[in-house]
């Protein structure tokens, strides 16, 4: 069975610094990897994805995520941050069925 | 495409009441999938439906949960008798293969959030 840690509960930045999420997945086949983000009071939106390729994969709202099948990882960067990327971010593993296995999410709150 | 669509939006009952969620998925998705979300336990799969049909249900609960999806555009959630450990948020999700094999993802509805007093 796949499962996924996020290992940072809480992350606090300041509005035009950068940002990384750390998500580390476990399956042993190659994975699906997912980066979602729901903002307080709303559903979780899919911000990228990750199949096969290229490992850096870019999504939107300016997040890029990098595949690193040796660390089993799929971390989250923004280069500058927004007021409105506060948010909680998980990263979710998926295999050859139809489920999706979600981590325990990071709370982003933005400073200004 | 207005998305998944969930109602209420919040709902708040008494122990012991019997309470519905409701979910329309986006036009032309085959799965369905139920998950609440609580501090505690983070997102759990309730049940996933495909093509109508509920395919795993081992995330419910107890035999007070139960879903039904009648026709490709509508799924509901009930719970009855409902108890105060109930209370969350319950999303519905939608996609247009099976999920995690769906290089779209899940589409997620903004959630119901249930308290039960």
């Known amino acids: 069975a796949q499962s996924v840690t996020q290992p940072d509960i809480h992350i606090t930045v300041s509005e035009g610094a950068s940002l990384e999420l750390r998500c580390n997945y476990s399956?042993?086949?190659?994975?699906?990897l997912f980066w979602y983000v729901q903002s307080p009071g709303q559903g979780l939106q899919l911000l990228l994805k990750?199949?096969?390729?290229?490992?850096l994969v870019q999504g939107i709202k300016g997040f890029e995520a990098e595949f690193k099948r040796s660390q089993s990882s799929f971390n989250l960067r923004k280069p500058s941050v927004h007021w409105s990327d506060a948010a909680e971010y998980f990263c979710?593993?998926?295999?050859?069925?139809?489920?999706?296995?979600f981590g325990a999410g990071t709370t982003v709150t933005v400073r200004a | 495409d207005a998305g998944v669509i969930q109602s209420p939006r919040h709902e708040v009952t008494e122990m012991g009441q019997e309470v519905t969620l409701r979910c329309k998925p986006i036009?032309?998705?085959?799965?369905l999938f139920w998950y609440r979300q609580t501090m505690m336990r983070g997102l759990e799969l309730l049940i996933y439906?495909?093509?109508?049909?509920?395919?795993?249900d081992s995330g419910m609960p107890e035999d007070r949960f139960s879903a039904k999806m009648p026709n490709a555009s509508f799924s509901t959630l009930k719970i009855q008798p409902s108890e105060p450990r109930d209370s969350a948020v319950y999303f519905c999700?939608?996609?247009?293969?099976?999920?995690?094999?769906?290089?779209?993802?899940?589409?997620f509805g903004s959630g119901t959030r249930l308290t039960v007093v």
């Open positions: 999700a939608s996609s247009l293969g099976q999920g995690a094999k769906d290089r779209d993802g899940y589409t």
């Open positions: 399956y042993g086949a190659t994975p699906y």
């Open positions: 990750y199949f096969s390729g290229d490992t």
């Open positions: 979710a593993v998926g295999s050859n069925d139809y489920k999706l296995s």
């Open positions: 036009s032309g998705h085959n799965s």
């Open positions: 439906f495909n093509n109508n049909v509920p395919i795993d």
